[in-house]
């Protein structure tokens, strides 16, 4: 009992020495892991080894994306739910994590998760997803996943289980109607997928 207790103290004291190191280096970190718009569109990889293998492990032998879309990315929206958690700090911290990180640890922010969603959505075929990155009115930005299906507009927030269903139908009123919390999108900023990029301001 003695030993577990003093190795939760060493876990303790080796997360707060991790957590100081990084609020102390949080500028200099951010600076290093900026992203041009052509970087920003190269992390959208459904070629990624682990989109690969998720992609695989959600879909029917005859699958179809006119036929089996929704159903297999509901799947995968529920794996990436239940398998990571959404870090945050307390402090601004831009740095960018791998689908392998991701998973290994089972933490990302909503960026990474939103991008990783979108590269899941563009293996399946989905052409038209995009991540958006939004102005909240509590004036904090969240990261968004933007598409159309069957001339059905879909709002994914990676960190909102149900959202596939609820964040659904006309363009203007499903924006309109999404919330995080009390929270809703007061503006775009950017959106950006492989092939394309948008800034809004």
């Known amino acids: 009992m003695k030993n577990n207790k003093n190795k939760e103290k060493k876990e303790d004291i080796k997360n707060l020495f991790s957590y100081r190191l990084l609020k102390k280096y949080s500028s200099l970190i951010t600076e290093k892991e900026e ?37 297999s990315l509901k799947k995968i929206h529920n794996h990436l739910l239940e398998n990571i958690r959404e870090a945050k700090l307390d402090f601004p911290l831009t740095f960018w994590l791998s689908t392998n990180e991701m998973l290994k640890w089972g933490l990302a922010d909503d960026e990474d998760l939103a991008i990783f969603l979108c590269s899941l959505m563009l293996s399946l075929g989905d052409k038209k997803a995009m991540v958006y990155i939004v102005e909240l009115s509590n004036l904090e930005t969240r990261a968004l996943v933007f598409t159309e299906y069957k001339n059905t507009f879909f709002i994914l927030d990676p960190f909102q289980k149900e959202s596939l269903d609820r964040f659904k139908g006309e363009r203007d009123s499903v924006i309109a109607s999404y919330a995080f919390g009390e929270n809703r999108i007061n503006r775009p900023l950017f959106a950006f997928n492989r092939d394309e990029y948008k800034s809004f301001i």
């Open 35 to 71: 992203k041009s718009i052509s970087d920003l569109k190269l992390l959208i990889n459904p070629e990624d080894p682990e989109v690969k293998k998720l992609r695989e492990k959600f879909i029917t032998s005859k699958y179809s994306f006119e036929e089996n879309y929704l159903e």
